[in-house]
């Protein structure tokens, strides 16, 4: 199989995060100090981001026994290292925004602190001071899931058993959709949470068009997109892909849309499934450890059709899309 191909069997995401040296206290109790793990903080305390910092990608997967590690293709840490979501930070800037930082801890073999990690869920910028307002230790794993979770947003039309093209909110559980691989099939459940549209919450847009979808789809960052080639033009070898909708932005045709608020919507059925959104193919979501924060109790037990059937052999790596014509490769490759 293509090294650009994902082979892995558990899901992973990557997260764009700081090292916490790159994130220090410039007034107040731990004057000096690099952000760290929830009981090292100190409320009030004024952070600012060093002037050459840089946001480098942090994947993040979970193993067998549902514990966080870093997963192949992360451009941080070391690879099969445990992960502790420690707290969510929240900070306030002058403008009286807050924003959340996921403080995150690798540890090594022996259970100590290799490394800590900050990973801002709206952006960060240098030279501005960042007052520390609130530590949550309990909702850490939460804003991990709901950043996990593959996502539409409200008003996009999805396909159903007979046809219809029918606004996802209007989707009640029992529906019954089109799936690629299964025909008809049963939501089994229906997710819904409102995000504040910024950062790593910040849809993307596919514009109409632009993978031949017959309206603007707008969809969560890592929600990825079935493509069917008909033709290879990015050279991932196979003819069925998966790929994240984030590995596409070109500023043009997909774009990332932030400001304001986001209704994000998710569909789950007994397996992990391709269904059609704005008449083109988009994945379900799927039951991992990293969404378990999200769901009702009975669904907290992996259902087995979805760890039998992941569509992850199908996911292609950001290193052949890094190309500003990436979507209109995949257009034409799909098109007859």
């Given at each position: 199989?293509?090294?650009?191909?994902?082979?892995?069997?558990?899901p992973?995401?990557?997260?764009?995060?700081?090292?916490a040296?790159?994130?220090?206290?410039t007034?107040?109790?731990?004057?000096?100090d690099g952000l760290?793990?929830?009981q090292?903080l100190v409320p009030?305390?004024?952070?600012?981001?060093?002037n050459d910092?840089d946001a480098q990608s942090?994947s993040l997967?979970?193993?067998?026994?549902g514990?966080?590690?870093i997963?192949?293709?992360?451009?941080?840490?070391t690879i099969?290292?445990r992960?502790f979501?420690?707290?969510?930070?929240?900070?306030?800037p002058?403008?009286?925004d807050?924003i959340e930082?996921?403080?995150l801890?690798?540890?090594?073999?022996d259970?100590?602190?290799?490394?800590i990690?900050?990973?801002?869920?709206a952006?960060?910028?240098?030279k501005?001071?960042y007052?520390?307002?609130?530590?949550?230790q309990e909702?850490a794993?939460?804003?991990?899931a709901?950043?996990a979770?593959?996502?539409?947003?409200r008003?996009t039309?999805?396909?159903?058993?007979?046809g219809?093209?029918?606004?996802?909110?209007d989707?009640?559980?029992?529906?019954?959709i089109?799936?690629?691989?299964?025909g008809p099939?049963?939501?089994r459940w229906?997710g819904h949470?409102?995000q504040?549209?910024v950062?790593e919450?910040?849809?993307?847009?596919?514009?109409a068009g632009?993978?031949?979808?017959?309206?603007d789809l707008?969809?969560?960052?890592?929600?990825?997109?079935f493509i069917?080639?008909?033709?290879?033009h990015?050279g991932?070898g196979r003819?069925?892909l998966?790929?994240?909708?984030?590995h596409?932005v070109n500023?043009?045709t997909?774009?990332?849309?932030e400001g304001?608020f986001v209704d994000?919507?998710q569909?789950?059925?007994?397996t992990?499934?391709?269904?059609?959104a704005?008449?083109i193919?988009?994945e379900t979501?799927?039951i991992?450890?990293r969404?378990?924060a999200?769901?009702?109790?009975?669904?907290k037990?992996?259902i087995?059709g979805?760890?039998?059937r992941?569509?992850?052999e199908?996911?292609v790596?950001k290193?052949?899309?890094d190309?500003p014509d990436?979507?209109?490769l995949l257009?034409r490759?799909s098109?007859?």
């Amino acid at each position: 199989m293509s090294p650009q191909l994902h082979t892995s069997a558990h899901p992973s995401q990557s997260l764009p995060v700081y090292l916490a040296s790159m994130i220090r206290v410039t007034n107040g109790a731990n004057l000096g100090d690099g952000l760290s793990y929830s009981q090292e903080l100190v409320p009030d305390d004024v952070y600012a981001l060093n002037n050459d910092a840089d946001a480098q990608s942090l994947s993040l997967g979970a193993d067998e026994e549902g514990q966080f590690r870093i997963s192949d293709g992360s451009g941080l840490g070391t690879i099969g290292a445990r992960v502790f979501l420690d707290c969510v930070a929240t900070f306030m800037p002058p403008s009286g925004d807050t924003i959340e930082v996921l403080v995150l801890v690798e540890v090594d073999d022996d259970g100590n602190i290799a490394e800590i990690y900050g990973a801002p869920l709206a952006p960060l910028a240098p030279k501005t001071d960042y007052m520390l307002v609130g530590i949550d230790q309990e909702n850490a794993l939460t804003r991990l899931a709901q950043l996990a979770c593959v996502s539409f947003t409200r008003g996009t039309r999805i396909t159903t058993a007979t046809g219809e093209q029918k606004p996802i909110e209007d989707l009640r559980i029992g529906d019954r959709i089109l799936t690629r691989d299964d025909g008809p099939r049963e939501i089994r459940w229906i997710g819904h949470s409102t995000q504040r549209a910024v950062g790593e919450f910040a849809p993307i847009v596919i514009t109409a068009g632009a993978l031949n979808n017959t309206e603007d789809l707008k969809v969560s960052p890592d929600h990825r997109l079935f493509i069917y080639q008909r033709h290879d033009h990015i050279g991932a070898g196979r003819a069925e892909l998966m790929v994240k909708a984030r590995h596409l932005v070109n500023g043009d045709t997909v774009h990332v849309q932030e400001g304001g608020f986001v209704d994000y919507f998710q569909l789950m059925f007994d397996t992990h499934q391709i269904i059609f959104a704005e008449g083109i193919s988009a994945e379900t979501m799927q039951i991992d450890t990293r969404v378990h924060a999200v769901l009702p109790t009975e669904l907290k037990q992996n259902i087995p059709g979805h760890q039998r059937r992941q569509h992850q052999e199908y996911e292609v790596h950001k290193s052949l899309l890094d190309r500003p014509d990436a979507a209109a490769l995949l257009k034409r490759a799909s098109s007859k």
